[in-house]
């Protein structure tokens, strides 16, 4: 059993972040309910680990982390994660909190050519650690929370530093570690806008037809509401199939088999929603096409040869080296300042003029 220190008061976190500003590295974690048991999406545990030292912060009990922010946004401090794209953006959301100065072992692994990204991938490949995966489905609500939950949650930082260290040795033999410098201070400079699904990101909302579509906008906020009223997923209430058949053949709500009851209890709100909706037709704006030369065409396709000459050669995804909205920004807008300067560095020594 790992030992931690479980941190869940003001003076208990103020105590922690005394320790942690000593730090050099850190290792971060965060578990958080992402509308899986209840509405919405929330951070409920953040863990830490030094090279000596584990903590867990009760972000359920605690509700405000301000000493935690500082450390996460001191530059004095590395922070290492596993995949930040996530935890930052709920960071930002909740806590309009920053980090700096990070290291992200899924970006690095990415660099070296790594197939296998997962966290538990990694630690058997460098340390031979086996991870356990009984709690990747917890409802990390509940308290109190057992202690072999709180042990797994730990295990997630535990080794990230030892993760960090092997990952940086490869990428300084490679010559790449600039390359993830570069990518780290890009994810840390990104925009963090947290986006939950809209009525127009489900799958084939956008083949209905305006007034459809303005049916399913209506049903789709409708559960929203009902959802964070009783506390649970919007995909407990009713489905996105479900709503979208609601749309298109009339249901008989009250009847209706398969849904959280609080569907057949507002059956009338439901049938509302889809006679309003009609009345509020959603017509989605054509995108113009943009018509590119014979030169242009020629240089898209040049680049992405190039590209794919590079990938094969050094090992790595060719989106990495350069993406198509990458490509389509250099060619038709003739940015280059869309690209790192490793890539650009790796796309003129094969053989592209930017």
């Not at 960071?91 to 296998?116: M, V, W, Y």
């Not at 037809?209 to 906020?221: D, I, R």
Request: aromatic share 8%; glycine share 4%.
């Amino acid at each position: 059993m790992v030992s931690f220190t479980y941190v869940d008061t003001k003076e208990g976190l103020l105590e922690a972040a005394a320790e942690w500003r000593n730090s050099h590295e850190l290792a971060v974690d965060l578990e958080c309910e992402n509308n899986l048991h209840h509405y919405g999406s929330y951070i409920t545990l953040i863990q830490i680990s030094d090279l000596h030292k584990n903590w867990i912060v009760d972000v359920l009990k605690l509700k405000e982390i301000v000493p935690l922010v500082d450390v996460l946004e001191n530059m004095a401090i590395q922070k290492i994660f596993h995949d930040v794209s996530f935890d930052f953006r709920i960071l930002h959301e909740q806590f309009a909190c920053r980090p700096r100065n990070i290291f992200d072992t899924q970006i690095a692994s990415l660099l070296l050519g790594k197939e296998h990204l997962g966290l538990g991938d990694l630690l058997k490949e460098y340390l031979g650690i086996e991870k356990e995966r009984k709690y990747q489905m917890a409802d990390w609500t509940k308290r109190p929370l057992d202690t072999q939950m709180l042990s797994y949650a730990v295990n997630d930082t535990l080794y990230l530093i030892q993760l960090r260290d092997l990952l940086k040795k490869e990428l300084q033999e490679k010559k790449r570690l600039w390359w993830a410098e570069e990518e780290f201070t890009a994810v840390e400079n990104a925009g963090l806008t947290y986006k939950e699904q809209t009525f127009l990101d489900v799958r084939g909302a956008k083949e209905l037809t305006p007034e459809q579509l303005g049916s399913f906008k209506k049903l789709f906020l409708l559960r929203q509401q009902l959802a964070k009223k009783v506390n649970r997923p919007v995909h407990f209430i009713i489905n996105n199939n479900r709503l979208k058949e609601a749309a298109l053949h009339p249901l008989h709500w009250e009847k209706v088999r398969g849904v959280h009851p609080i569907v057949r209890k507002e059956h009338q709100l439901f049938s509302k929603a889809i006679e309003e909706g009609k009345k509020e037709a959603v017509n989605i704006p054509t995108k113009e096409k943009k018509r590119s030369t014979t030169e242009q065409k020629e240089l898209f396709e040049k680049l992405n040869e190039t590209q794919q000459k590079i990938a094969q050669k050094i090992g790595i995804k060719g989106h990495l080296i350069i993406n198509k909205e990458q490509m389509a920004e250099v060619i038709f807008a003739g940015n280059k300042n869309c690209l790192r300067k490793w890539q650009q560095k790796l796309l003129e020594e094969g053989g592209f003029k930017l």
